[in-house]
Each structure stands twice: as C-alpha cells, then as structure tokens.
C-alpha cells in the first residue's frame, strides 16, 4: 500500500494529464476544422482518445492505472513484451469499441444532418 503523498502524486498526476488532453484535444479538432469529411475528422479525434486515455493497470502497484501508450512503449524498449502486449491488447479493445462509437456517430449524423 503506499502513503498518502504517493497517492496524492498519483491524482495529481492523473488531473494534469486530463487537463492537458483536453486542452490538446481541442486544439487538434480547431486544427483538424480543415478538413472537408465529417468522418474522417471524428476518426482522427476518436484515434487521438484511444491513443492517448487507453489507461493499462500498473503491474508494479496493484489498482493503479498508467497510460497504455506510455506503459506499452516502455516496457517495449525494456524487452518485456508480455506487458507490453497487454497494454497494447487494451489499446485494440479500446479501438474496437470507439471503431463501434464512430459508426453509431456517423449514422447519428446521417440521420440529422437533413
């Protein structure tokens, strides 16, 4: 179990990274604006949320989460490619469910774009 200042790290960690993707967030969309396709501009930004908020459990420290972008890359220059493939694998399922988000969305906006 760690003290209370690791855990105290640990949220402030957590809130600048949130903070941060989202200042982020919105200036790659005011950037991504440029491009004439609706669907091609919400799957640029829904690649940039499975990139960056994909989070992967910390095999150091039980319960908690570290970024799988950061955790997979790591532990890839490591060598430990059993951990990181487990980020990664989070990475794909993240994916998969913002592949299934992104339809659902551009059927939402075919259906009111009229």
């Given amino acids: 179990m760690m003290d209370a200042d690791t855990q105290l790290a640990y949220a402030i ?3 600048a990274y949130a903070l941060a993707f989202v200042v982020f967030f919105l200036l790659v969309s005011r950037l ?3 491009l004439p ?3 091609l501009r919400t799957l640029l930004q829904a690649a940039l949320i499975v990139v960056l908020l994909t989070p992967v459990q910390s095999a150091e420290v039980a319960g908690w989460w570290v970024p799988a972008w ?3 890359g790591y532990e890839s220059i490591l060598g ?3 951990e990181a493939a487990r980020a990664f694998f989070n990475m794909g399922l993240a994916a998969a469910v913002m592949l299934l ?3 659902l969305d551009l059927v939402r906006y075919r259906f009111y774009k009229k």
């Fill in 13 to 15: 960690f957590w809130t």
């Fill in 80 to 82: 430990e490619t059993a």
């Fill in 101 to 103: 988000v992104w339809i």
């Fill in 70 to 72: 950061l955790h997979g």
């Fill in 37 to 39: 396709l609706y669907g």
């Fill in 32 to 34: 991504l604006r440029i």
